[in-house]
Antibody, heavy 118, light 111 residues
Framework: EVQLVESGGGLVQPGGSLRLSCSAS????????MHWVRQAPGKGLESVSV????????YYVDSVKGRFTISRDNSKNTLYLQMTSLRAEDTAVYYC???????????WGQGTLVTVSS | QSVLTQPPSVSGAPGQRVTISCTRS?????????VHWYQQLPGTAPKLLIY???NRPSGVPDRFSGSKSGTSASLAITGLRAEDEADYYC???????????FGGGTKVTVL
């Protein structure tokens, strides 16, 4: 069974840091580009970062550039999102998502909640 | 403002047909790529509902159908059921932004 399980969310103060992890199983992890998609409370979906299958290429939405770093360890089938200089507007559920070659998202994790508040 | 515009809400009685539009915002230029649709039931992660405009993944009932024409796409739900009450999102790739983008979401209410 294809599965994605996120961890690492929690409460952090503004300006703080957090690292999210996503453990993948049931498929050849290195063959897929992976995204972090977030959803603020009561709001819609936003793809904030993506990394290619081999990790050579990354992309960030403007609002997180310079603050978030996406990475992956294909030997451990794990995706990461290092978040620094966190702001209140980063408060959201963060989903780890597998993207197909056809550019749709076919597998989603259960999500991990990040709350930035003093 | 989202690149893709959806109505905030639609509603229908059980058994009826409802449609959700997904239109490229006039503020952006160029065609949209293939459109995909996701269903998000309350308190759960989104789930792929339609991919590449009009294709259903295995397990998705044929009550759900998608279409695309030019810079617009639509999701139709026929024979509306109580369990269809959810948020629905369209998604595509924006070549001018080089970004994967979502519509703002549409809440479907079964009356």
């Amino acid at each position: 069974e294809v599965q994605l399980v996120e961890s690492g969310g929690g409460l952090v103060q503004p300006g703080g840091s957090l690292r999210l992890s996503c453990s993948a199983s049931g498929f050849t992890f290195s063959s897929y580009a992976m995204h972090w998609v977030r959803q603020a409370p009561g709001k819609g979906l936003e793809s904030v970062s993506v990394i290619s299958g081999n990790g050579d290429s990354t992309y960030y939405v403007d609002s997180v550039k310079g603050r978030f770093t996406i990475s992956r360890d294909n030997s451990k089938n794990t995706l990461y999102l290092q978040m620094t200089s966190l702001r209140a507007e980063d408060t959201a559920v963060y989903y780890c998502v597998r993207r197909t070659t056809g550019w749709w998202f076919d597998t989603w994790g259960q999500g991990t909640l990040v709350t930035v508040s003093s | 403002q989202s690149v893709l515009t959806q109505p905030p809400s639609v509603s229908g009685a059980p058994g009826q047909r409802v449609t959700i539009s997904c239109t490229r915002s006039s503020s952006y230029v160029g065609a949209i790529y293939d459109v995909h649709w996701y269903q998000q039931l309350p308190g759960t992660a989104p789930k792929l509902l339609i991919y590449a405009n009009d294709n259903r993944p295995s397990g998705v009932p044929d009550r759900f159908s998608g279409s695309k024409s030019g810079t617009s796409a639509s999701l139709a739900i026929t024979g509306l059921r109580a369990e269809d009450e959810a948020d629905y999102y369209c998604q595509s790739f924006d070549g001018s932004l080089s970004a994967w983008v979502f519509g703002g979401g549409t809440k479907v209410t079964v009356l």
